[in-house]
């Protein structure tokens, strides 16, 4: 029951970065990690709803800039000993192009 | 086939190995652990609670079943290992088991010294050791009425305040004059056993044991001198044995311990040994710390990393009576051509005393008040040189540690629901519940678990007392080694000096050079490698924004909401009405919802917009402002008073000069925050002595002033020099700058690493060494060619923009 979206060339998101995609209703980050796997997660940390778009990415994980929570891109959960997750789409990179299932 | 690792003895020691060795390469091993007691691995140092009835085992079990299991250790308790057969490669236990190893790790503990006086093996005599020692005197206790405690030392003091917590009568009998002798002096010995006595704790000092009376069960004890005592019930505590006897059955080479080397290897190659029953360049330890740093390495070298080395521990030691503050570390008994510091109020029962050597700490005792014992351990195990600060040293660390908190600092005395971290509303018990709940035995751990001291870190010395006094012994003093972060083992100054010495130019090189952890690095190691490699090679190393924290990558504050701050350079705090002018259009055309004067002297625009933020920073752009890097680990303002041009009472133009300070300076980047000022007179209305670099002008000149900190722990500046011309405090100052960039460690601001490396050192490289501070100031000028072009402009003007425009879609 998903829909492919086309957002954005893989080269306009920067490695070890992310995008924000703003949607009607909610703000997604889309992540790029070094070897160019892509994750999406809900824009906002379990903890305090901070920006994780605007984190650093390390592997496959996240630090949120407000509190530092790590989350894991894969789950979109907390690393211990921090508790909460966050919501989770699934992407795909096919030619070059990033898609987004919403 | 995975290799088999067994371990002998399931204590704190070996378990803690398996812990690091898990953290390292989880695979390697297929482990199986035999442990003699019945019960699975518990915190050994917190059987005085126990005893006491403040804890239950339950409490003190680190590690339950479940833990074994789902690291896939097998586990057999109560069945302690007999035999080693080195040939065939495999342990023999009582009941007959057998399990043969690739690698075998000894962890056999110690055992109590039972004085082998006449009758020390009839029912009721005991060592104070294990769960077991703690029943039957838990047991004693409910059915005899008089206890003896042979070793007036920690654990005999313990066990003794124990037993009377349980309604016994209990004297303590004790060889020497004084109690506690291997870590106290005479007056603080002389205080605890007051202390102790006013709780009706007996005392028989130099005294002998000469013979155990009684039937079967004691009756009481005979001494030297003839004179007798009755007894129900007697603990021997004078000492522990490291227990070798297994070692030394198999032909391993033992002394008084299995002798190992700094790997922690013992002659047997394939047989490594950790905790109490080893002896390491002579040395056996009791204390958990220095067991600790050797679970570390022995991990190390079972995970065939192989470079870790243990070279022998400083510890220190703390009584876990509770009501009795008492600490002691390193050589308390000063020797010929030592110095003491001696602080004493014996109305208010405190007492400290340091032994001083060249000017640094050898020794610490303190009764009473132990707030500042971690403090000056740490002081201890660095050699730093307390000149500086030696007038006011017996004080303790008000200005550096526990701001905030005023006269709270002694951390027992606070109930349990005092806050202890203000940042995240952390009370002390709930960090008292995290540590004793969760098995935690480091301030990194308490921070991850409850958040307390994670933010400003103003409460870290609490929480370190806390810490210390919970856990006791048990308490992991923050190494002398410090990692950068969990992704090497390597020190920021380790690592600026490879950068340095190995010319390495970048990221991956510096990760690859020390063997990091983590390919990616992380969020606390990314930064601070950006900053050394930018600072290193200005001109040659390309920054990284996917390295930076937000606020550096946006070029702007992030706030709570997500918007951003904006904050314009305004030089020397000075500006036009058309420049406040063009501020007042911005704001109103981006409906900036807020704006405020900063204490930096300049304007904030609050509530940007990301997107809003090139279009905002044109404006401004074009009205002549560059960034006032208000966001960054940077120069921030130069703060200034209105000088002799205005003020009646100024001797010189410290706004001018403040101008030229900021033109000198803006725009490089730092370890943390920079900020300067200049005071036109010394009625110092700029506030330049608590700043990082503050002028204030006399008649005759300027005076510089160093490492001062308005923020969480005020510090005052210390005075390096007075000179005479402006562009002496220009040059002065660009040196000072330089040397702190590329010397303190990230995220150190200058009054800490002024603390840290000394004033002196810093008089020496910038005022009387003239040919390096004009090579400092040199190398900042060039960096400065390369640090001076706006941020601002350059975005406004389309780079990164990716950064700052959102993908837009519709939803479906």
Same mark, same amino acid.
């Given at each position: 029951m998903s829909n492919w979206i086309e957002i954005?060339?893989?080269?306009?998101i920067p490695r070890l970065g992310a995008r924000v995609v703003k949607t009607d209703t909610m703000d997604v980050a889309v992540f790029r990690t070094r070897d160019d796997q892509v994750f999406a997660l809900k824009?906002?940390?379990?903890?305090?709803?901070?920006?994780?778009?605007?984190g650093i990415v390390s592997g496959t994980t996240v630090t949120c800039p407000m509190h530092n929570w790590k989350i894991d891109l894969e789950k979109g959960c907390a690393l211990g000993p921090d508790e909460g997750c966050t919501n989770v789409f699934r992407t795909k990179v096919e030619n070059g192009k990033v898609y987004l299932a919403i | 086939m995975k290799e088999k690792l067994v371990l002998v003895g399931n204590g704190m020691a070996g378990v803690r190995t398996l812990e690091e060795l898990l953290k390292l390469d989880p695979e390697r091993y297929e482990i199986t652990v035999f442990g003699?007691?019945?019960? *699975?691995?518990?915190?050994?140092?917190m059987l005085s609670p126990v005893l006491a009835g403040e804890k239950t085992v339950d409490d003190i =079990?680190?590690?339950?079943r479940d833990w074994y299991e789902s690291n896939g250790i097998t586990l057999h308790t109560g069945d302690p290992v007999v035999r080693i057969d080195r040939a065939a490669r495999k342990v023999i236990t009582e009941s007959g088991l057998e399990a043969g190893y690739d690698r075998l790790l000894l962890a056999t503990g110690s055992n109590p010294f039972i =004085?082998?006086?006449?009758?020390?093996?009839?029912?009721g005599v005991i060592g104070f050791r294990d769960i077991a020692d703690v029943n039957t005197m838990l047991e004693a206790s409910k059915r005899y009425q008089k206890a003896v405690v042979i070793g007036g030392g920690l654990l005999g003091l313990e066990a003794a305040n124990g037993l009377m917590k349980n309604g016994m009568d209990v004297t303590v009998v004790h060889?020497?004059? =004084?109690?506690m002798e291997r870590q106290l002096d005479r007056p603080a010995a002389e205080l605890l056993k007051q202390s102790l006595e006013e709780r009706g704790m007996k005392f028989l000092m130099e005294t002998q044991t000469a013979e155990v009376l009684g039937d079967d069960r004691v009756s009481g004890l005979k001494f030297a001198d003839g004179s007798e005592i009755e007894a129900d019930l007697v603990v021997m505590a004078v000492g522990i044995r490291p227990n070798i006897e297994l070692a030394q059955t198999a032909g391993i080479h033992c002394e008084r311990g299995i002798v190992v080397n700094d790997t922690m290897?013992?002659?047997? *190659?394939?047989i490594y040994a950790v905790g109490e029953c080893v002896q390491h360049r002579g040395l056996t330890y009791g204390l958990v710390a220095p067991l600790f740093e050797q679970a570390k390495v022995a991990a190390n070298h079972l995970a065939q990393l192989g470079f870790a080395r243990y070279e022998g521990s400083v510890t220190s030691t703390k009584l876990k009576v509770t009501g009795i503050d008492l600490f002691s570390a390193g050589e308390f008994n000063e020797q010929e051509g030592d110095e003491t510091l001696v602080l004493q109020d014996p109305a208010a029962g405190v007492y400290k005393k340091l032994v001083v050597r060249d000017n640094r700490i050898k020794g610490a005792v303190l009764y009473g008040?132990?707030?500042d014992g971690t403090w000056y351990f740490q002081l201890l195990r660095d050699g730093t040189d307390i000149s500086a600060f030696r007038s006011t040293?017996?004080?303790?660390q008000h200005d550096l540690?526990?701001?905030?908190?005023?006269?709270?600092?002694r951390v027992a005395a606070?109930?349990?629901?005092?806050?202890?971290c203000g940042c995240n509303g952390v009370c002390k018990g709930e960090i008292i519940d995290a540590i004793v709940t969760k098995g935690l035995f480091t301030l990194d751990d308490v921070k991850a678990h409850t958040?307390?001291?994670?933010?400003?870190?103003?409460?870290t010395g609490l929480v370190e007392a806390i810490l210390a006094s919970t856990v006791g012994d048990g308490?992991?003093?923050?190494?002398s080694k410090k990692p950068l972060?969990?992704?090497?083992?390597?020190?920021h100054d380790e690592v600026i000096a490879g950068i340095k010495e190995h010319q390495l130019k970048t990221m991956d090189a510096v990760r690859s050079f020390f063997e990091w952890?983590?390919?990616?690095?992380c969020a606390a190691c990314r930064p601070a490698l950006n900053y050394y490699l930018l600072a290193y090679w200005p001109g040659e190393y390309h920054d990284d924004p996917q390295s930076r924290f937000i606020n550096e990558r946006a070029h702007g504050n992030i706030q709570k909401d997500g918007t951003y701050s904006v904050v314009p350079r305004m030089f020397g705090g000075l500006c036009t009405p058309a420049e406040l002018r063009a501020i007042a259009d911005v704001a109103e055309k981006y409906n900036v919802p807020e704006m405020k004067v900063t204490g930096g002297q300049r304007i904030d625009l609050f509530g940007i917009k990301k997107e809003d933020l090139p279009a905002v920073w044109k404006d401004l752009s074009e009205a002549g402002f560059v960034s006032?890097?208000?966001?960054?680990?940077a120069l921030r303002t130069v703060k200034t008073c209105a000088g002799k041009n205005w003020c009646r009472?100024?001797?010189?133009?410290s706004t001018g000069l403040g101008v030229k300070l900021e033109e000198l300076t803006w725009g490089s980047w730092m370890p943390h925050k920079f900020k300067l000022a200049v005071s036109g007179?010394?009625?110092n209305c700029a506030e330049?002595? =608590?700043?990082d670099f503050g002028v204030v002008c006399v008649d005759s000149g300027y005076e510089l002033h160093v490492?001062?900190?308005?923020?969480?722990k005020v510090r005052v500046t210390d005075l390096l020099c007075k000179v005479e011309t402006e562009e002496e405090v220009l040059e002065y100052c660009g040196a000072f700058i330089q040397k702190y960039r590329e010397?303190?460690?990230?995220?150190?601001?200058t009054a800490p690493w002024v603390e840290r490396v000394g004033l002196d050192y810093i008089k020496q490289a910038i005022v009387e060494d003239e040919a390096q501070r004009k090579a400092l100031y040199e190398r900042f000028k060039y960096s400065q060619q390369f640090a001076q072009i706006d941020p601002w402009k350059q975005r406004a003007e389309g780079e990164e923009a990716n950064e700052f425009q959102p993908i837009k879609i519709t939803a479906a």
């Open positions: 954005a060339a893989l080269e306009d824009d906002a940390c379990p903890h305090k709803q901070g920006p994780l778009s605007q | 003699a007691e019945p019960y *699975p691995n518990y915190n050994r140092i =079990i680190l590690n339950d =004085i082998p006086v006449p009758g020390h093996d009839k029912e060889l020497m004059d =004084i109690l290897q013992t002659y047997d *190659p394939r008040d132990t707030m040293i017996l004080f303790g540690g526990d701001a905030g908190h005023g006269d709270e600092t606070l109930s349990d629901d005092a806050e202890i958040k307390a001291a994670s933010s400003c870190g103003s409460c308490y992991d003093a923050t190494p972060c969990g992704c090497t083992e390597y020190s952890k983590n390919p990616d690095g006032g890097h208000a966001y960054g680990k009472f100024g001797t010189q133009d007179c010394p009625r330049a002595t =608590i700043k490492g001062g900190n308005g923020g969480i010397e303190a460690h990230y995220l150190e601001r």
